[in-house]
């Protein structure tokens, strides 16, 4: 894959740089600023890029405004967003980014803690789901968004079990790796999955697209 990474503090900056070169990947450009993000975003149009949310010269949403103003110049440009403490709101902003009427491709979109980097494999694997289009959240931040949850509930109708498959696709997992951690068969939870596009009234289209569409709901209901 072809990455632009953003980050303003050299030593991550540079690990990150390492470990996806190691990994085969190719860092086409490694920044330390909202305003060159964009750019290198614009002309070099990666497979991925990594962006740290916080950025100079303020040092509170730069970063995330710059993924923002990048996603806008490039639509759908997959971007993995890395934050040291859960800003909710500004996951909210990165959600409202994707446009799912265009399938798969209207993902592309991650928000985890930087604590997750340490967790190598678990890392390269989101970069991976993210630059194919996938939507991959930490499980701190899916939290956190529940919390906020409106009383008037879209997604009342869901059974206890539905919710659980449906709080592991927000986290970006398939159904076999959700059949894994549920100690279910993968039967029973292309059954559940089946019942949450019905309940959230998704009709029948490219499966990628309606679990874009069903995170989104859960995640802002």
């Known amino acids: 894959m072809r990455v632009v ?102 993902g592309g979109i991650g928000y985890l803690l930087k604590d997750r980097v340490a967790a190598i494999d678990e890392f390269l694997d989101a970069v991976r789901r993210v630059a194919a289009g996938g939507t991959v959240l930490d499980p701190e931040v899916v939290g956190q968004l529940l919390v906020r949850r409106r009383r008037d509930d879209p997604l009342r109708e869901l059974t206890p079990r539905e919710r659980e498959v449906l709080g592991l696709m927000a986290e970006g997992r398939s159904n076999t790796a959700i059949a894994r951690t549920l100690v279910v068969s993968d039967g029973a939870v292309e059954k559940h999955v089946r019942n949450i596009f019905t309940k959230l009234q998704l009709p029948p289209d490219e499966e990628q697209h309606r679990r874009v569409l069903a995170v989104l709901a859960y995640l802002r209901g």
Not at 8 to 16: F, K, P, Q, S, Y
Not at 24 to 33: C, I, K, R
Request: no cysteine; glycine share 8%.
């Open 5 to 106: 990474i953003a980050d303003d503090a050299v030593l991550l900056r540079e690990g990150l740089v390492r470990l996806l070169s190691e990994q085969g990947h190719e860092v086409v450009a490694a920044v330390g600023d909202g305003e060159t993000l964009v750019e290198a975003i614009v002309t070099h149009r990666p497979d991925v890029s990594i962006v740290d949310v916080r950025m100079p010269p303020s040092h509170t949403d730069e970063g995330l405004r710059a993924a923002v103003e990048a996603r806008r110049r490039v639509p759908r440009t997959p971007i993995l967003v890395l934050s040291q403490y859960v800003e909710v709101s500004y996951a909210d902003d990165l959600l409202a980014t994707v446009k799912p009427s265009g399938g798969a491709a209207g």
